[in-house]
């Protein structure tokens, strides 16, 4: 019975390890960056962005409160917006990823929400950057980087 015993425990061991790989594998393979930002959403140019905010500032006054976006301009595509989650601050490119960028269509914030300048039912959540009530708009807003340290904010890509 001993002689048995060995053999069958090898081969749960090798049943084992196999399940544990597999499943590891897959999850590594599921695996995303976090970003909803698709890549195939080619409209916007990969400008390098690397500004800083002082919150102490009257301009970015507003970021010390929860879903106040401001709008920075002269930076990426059509400028950049700024938004405090309440957990941490996001930044899009102002620009509608949903329009060639030679049209000029902005994000203009209204009411919290991001409109577009050329096509008002091209909206968006400030917070996730994805289209807002418009299933049919592939792109969500590009997204970019942020850190905070002490009152300063640091947006880069």
Do not use: W
């Not at 400028?79 to 994000?107: K, R």
């Amino acid at each position: 019975m001993k002689m048995l015993r060995k053999p069958l425990l090898f081969l749960y061991n090798l049943e084992t390890k196999f399940f544990c790989y597999s499943l590891l594998c897959l999850l590594l393979l599921n695996c995303s960056d976090g970003s909803n930002y698709d890549e195939n959403c080619d409209f916007l140019l990969n400008i390098g962005v690397n500004v800083s905010l002082n919150l102490n500032l009257s301009q970015y006054n507003q970021l010390s409160f929860p879903s106040n976006p401001v709008y920075v301009p002269n930076e990426g595509n059509g400028g950049i917006i700024v938004n405090n989650t309440g957990t941490g601050y996001v930044a899009f490119d102002a620009a509608d990823p949903n329009t060639t960028l030679s049209n000029n269509c902005l994000i203009q914030i209204i009411d919290g929400i991001g409109v577009s300048s050329c096509d008002e039912t091209h909206k968006y959540d400030l917070v996730l950057g994805l289209p807002f009530q418009n299933t049919n708009l592939r792109c969500s807003l590009k997204p970019y980087r942020v850190e905070r340290n002490g009152n300063e904010l640091f947006v880069y890509n």
